[in-house]
């Protein structure tokens, strides 16, 4: 028999250690090192100034509330697909609403100024169309103050029922003794229309009352409105514009607001401003509102059309300046502020001039309407860029 190998168990070998191994381990015990001295001392000094932590989470947290009730509230409103006349391509298209007491008393002026809404129109008082007689709106001071306070635009109108130019000037002195008290940005308005069965409609259907003395009181409201020192409007519908008034005519010497209840405004004439519906919804009112739109050339100044505004120097001639060109959103409208000099010499804001502001409730382009008071005439709008959050 052949002897054979022998039969004591094979040895076998480790595998050597690589140097990898051991750098590992000693990476992770330095970073476990550091991580526990970095949290010691991170407790150190959340317990040594505790406070200081405190107001700033809390501060931090309130900020975060405050934007995340301020996007919750932020509800664009839209009525409709509505054209716009090819001239006023180029134009800033701005959205704005009219009210009176028919709107009741639960206004969130805030909540319809975050909704994109850039100006209103307010009543300030009506002729009755019986007796003839003036009255304030029930509603006038406060849908005023809650329209100001909230950053809006604000106009003021009164329903007319006037015949006789002393009449139609009066209007325009009542409106002006209201605005004097108030900060008013847009013309002081004659609401120019028909009742049915009131004094105006029956002098007209009666021949007493033709075409060329609707003009001319028309224009008594305007001239009176420039000598207390405000632009004017003539507010009218399509058809009191074409077959009763001459719109074409007025607009030459005063600003008109057409009222045309359709997607598109088919009046040929001049007019500053549309009234598309009365039966727009916008957040903040409970009732229907008319919505209106008030178109803005970026590129021309808007020139007064008072007589008594030629000896008032344009503020198209001052250098007007942004505080700030580019802001973030949030969740509160934007105003960057505004610089007005002229030849070197700083302007005063409520003096020689004010300031509004469109769009600037949500990121795009938003604009600073400057217009010059006091010394100072007509108005320059200026662009800037609101920006989002994150």
């Not at 009210?99 to 639960?106: F, H, I, K, P, R």
Request: some cysteine.
């Amino acid at each position: 028999m052949r002897q054979g190998r022998s039969s004591s168990p094979q040895r076998t070998r480790s595998k050597p250690r690589r140097k990898s191994d051991g750098l590992r381990v000693r990476i992770k015990k330095w970073w476990k090192r550091k991580c526990s001295s970095f949290k010691r001392k991170t407790i150190r000094k959340i317990k040594k100034n505790k406070f200081k932590v405190a107001f700033s989470v809390v501060g931090l947290l309130a900020i975060l509330i405050v934007i995340i009730l301020h996007s919750m509230r932020s509800t664009p409103f839209e009525y409709g697909n509505f054209t716009h006349d090819a001239r006023f391509k180029g134009y800033v298209i701005s959205t704005g609403i009219d009210v009176s007491y028919a709107q009741g008393d639960n206004i969130d002026w805030h909540k319809v100024k975050k909704s994109g809404v850039d100006f209103v129109y307010i009543r300030a008082g009506f002729r009755d169309a019986s007796k003839g007689n003036l009255h304030k709106d029930a509603k006038f001071e406060q849908n005023i103050k809650g329209a100001s306070d909230a950053g809006l635009m604000v106009g003021v109108y009164l329903y007319s029922q006037a015949t006789t130019t002393k009449e139609a000037a009066a209007e325009a002195d009542y409106l002006a003794d209201l605005a004097d008290k108030y900060r008013i940005d847009l013309p002081i308005v004659m609401d120019y229309e028909l009742y049915n069965g009131g004094r105006l409609a029956n002098a007209i259907s009666s021949g007493s009352l033709g075409t060329a003395v609707i003009n001319r009181n028309a224009l008594a409201f305007a001239k009176r409105g420039w000598t207390r020192g405000y632009e004017t409007m003539i507010y009218g519908n399509y058809d009191f514009l074409m077959h009763y008034a001459s719109g074409f005519e007025l607009s030459k010497s005063t600003n008109i607001w057409l009222a045309q209840y359709n997607t598109i405004a088919t009046y040929k004439g001049n007019y500053m401003m549309w009234q598309s519906t009365d039966k727009a919804t916008v957040p903040g009112i409970n009732k229907n509102v008319d919505l209106n739109f008030m178109y803005l050339n970026p590129k021309e100044t808007y020139h007064s059309l008072r007589f008594n505004a030629n000896g008032k120097r344009s503020i198209e001639k001052c250098n007007v300046q942004l505080k700030s060109h580019s802001s973030r959103y949030l969740g509160f409208a934007v105003k960057p502020g505004i610089v007005v000099y002229d030849h070197g010499k700083e302007l005063s804001e409520g003096k020689d001039y004010k300031v509004a502001y469109i769009k600037n409730t949500s990121p795009g382009t938003g604009y600073a309407i400057v217009t010059g008071i006091g010394k100072y005439r007509d108005s320059v709008m200026t662009s800037f860029k609101v920006k989002k959050l994150l």
